[in-house]
């Protein structure tokens, strides 16, 4: 199978096959693609706004198709063969729009701090001060980039 990876100089569209949590997607080619450089709570641990964050990508994305952008500072795939990925619709981050809206936190695996690492971080620290998102929702969730997020468990 080709997979062909998003640069400034490729228009390569990707139509999304199903989407799995706040963070990571399968798109038609079969590959999973993990949203780099953020995310988001756990729905197989029942954290904290997991539901939520999975309804708001599925809505970010809707019916359109996806463009795939890598980053040198990342691997080109993680541990569980994830793409590692920032997903744009449009000229929409993804990423960087799911952290605006206190849907993702940043999280820098290995203090990796990849292109858009400042924007990231300025972004969650608006939407925490903000609190809206999972900072209204999961009030003792910690704002730590290099540390997944944790947003405690629903009972």
Do not use: H
């Amino acid at each position: 199978m080709q997979f062909k990876i998003y640069d400034a100089g490729a228009n390569s569209l990707y139509k999304v096959q199903s989407i799995y949590d706040g963070d990571t997607l399968t798109i038609s080619s079969g590959e999973k693609v993990r949203l780099l450089q953020i995310d988001t709570p756990e729905l197989s641990s029942k954290e904290c706004y997991a539901k939520e964050a999975r309804a708001l990508l599925i809505k970010l994305i809707g019916a359109s198709q996806v463009t795939l952008e890598t980053d040198n500072v990342s691997a080109n795939k993680d541990k569980f063969n994830r793409l590692l990925r920032y997903i744009f619709v449009d000229k929409t981050n993804l990423n960087l729009k799911l952290v605006e809206m206190g849907v993702a936190t940043p999280y820098f695996y290995k203090g990796e701090r990849g292109k858009y690492s400042s924007a990231l971080f300025i972004a969650a620290q608006t939407a925490k001060k903000s609190n809206i998102g999972l900072w209204k929702a999961c009030p003792n969730t910690k704002l730590d980039p290099y540390k997944p997020v944790n947003s405690g468990v629903i009972r």
